[in-house]
């Protein structure tokens, strides 16, 4: 496995990876020919999520949020192995922060913070900037992947500039050991809890769905604020994002209050723009319990 996962890595992905982004986006175009004209890769998963979540919207608009949608995720895979080995340079290019004061306040106040996002735009090129862009020392919470050489190789390239991976496993471990220093946690609230039973459930885009609780167990227990952060997409290849204050007194808050806020902020976002959320993946594999 190791030996297939090296070929890959070293003669697939790193070649192109040093690609110029006008080729890359080359290649984009035509993998959109394949990847979703010719062999319709996750299609049927991908125009049901948009069905249900939008009901109002006719077939039409249904298969125009689609087709946009696949342009924007071969965009997607192209950029991401692009991060293997972009320089700080084209990173300072192509990803701008709106609004880092609204972080750095709660630096300057000794206070550490977790942003709460979802899988919008594009989140690799994130997490390679964020370290740079505020004064927190920044920790993204992940599921390690299966391949261990991969995984390896993508807490080397997400920390490149700065940002430390934290797998879900070790969230309690990391936060108790990083109590004393100023950090930034990110979490990811749109991706699909393992056991439906200790969510919190809500309704979101026109359908059940069960809501990690890390955000807001971790920011009471140790009474950090919540930041929301919105990625954009300016144009091809260029992001900004911006931050949201939500709770700064997160121990103020009602049972459920900070995960069904942040949420929303995501849905809204969604609403917006649809076609640069990552709809492939089965994010209602679960049914809601009785009682819940």
Same mark, same amino acid.
């Given at each position: 496995m190791n030996l297939v996962s090296r070929f890959l @890595? @070293?003669?697939? $992905? /790193? +070649? $192109?990876? @040093? /690609?110029?982004? +006008?080729?890359?986006y080359g290649i984009s175009d035509f993998l959109y020919l394949i990847l979703y004209k010719t062999f319709g890769y996750r299609k049927k998963i991908v125009l049901g999520n948009i069905q249900r979540s939008f009901p109002e919207k006719t077939a039409k608009e249904h298969m125009e949020i689609c087709n946009k949608f696949y342009s924007h995720f071969c965009d997607l895979i192209l950029e991401s192995l692009k991060t293997f080995t972009i320089s700080e340079k084209q990173v300072q290019k192509r990803v701008v922060c709106k609004n880092p004061e609204l972080v750095n306040k709660y630096f300057d106040q000794k206070k550490s913070v977790i942003f709460a996002g979802g899988h919008i !735009?594009?989140?690799? $090129?994130? !997490?390679v900037s964020i370290d740079k862009l505020i004064k927190h020392k920044t920790l993204g919470i992940y599921k390690p992947l299966s391949n261990k050489y991969f995984d390896g190789k993508m807490q080397k390239t997400r920390g490149r500039y700065g940002l430390t991976l934290v797998s879900t496993k070790k969230v309690s471990q990391v936060f108790e050991e990083e109590k004393n220093n100023l950090t930034a946690s990110i979490f990811a609230i749109d991706q699909s809890p393992s056991n439906p039973n200790s969510c919190h459930w809500m309704t979101f885009l026109n359908q059940d769905t069960g809501v990690l609780f890390g955000t807001e167990k971790f920011a009471k227990e140790y009474d950090q604020p919540v930041l929301y952060g919105r990625i954009n997409k300016e144009k091809r290849g260029y992001y900004s994002f911006e931050f949201f204050e939500t709770f700064p007194h997160p121990r103020e808050t009602k049972p459920g209050e900070i995960t069904e806020t942040v949420t929303r902020l995501l849905e809204k976002d969604i609403i917006n723009t649809p076609e640069y959320w990552l709809w492939t993946h089965r994010r209602w594999k679960h049914k809601r319990p009785a009682g819940k």
């Open positions: @890595y @070293y003669c697939v $992905i /790193l +070649p $192109i990876s @040093y /690609l110029p982004f +006008p080729v890359l !735009a594009n989140w690799e $090129i994130f !997490a």
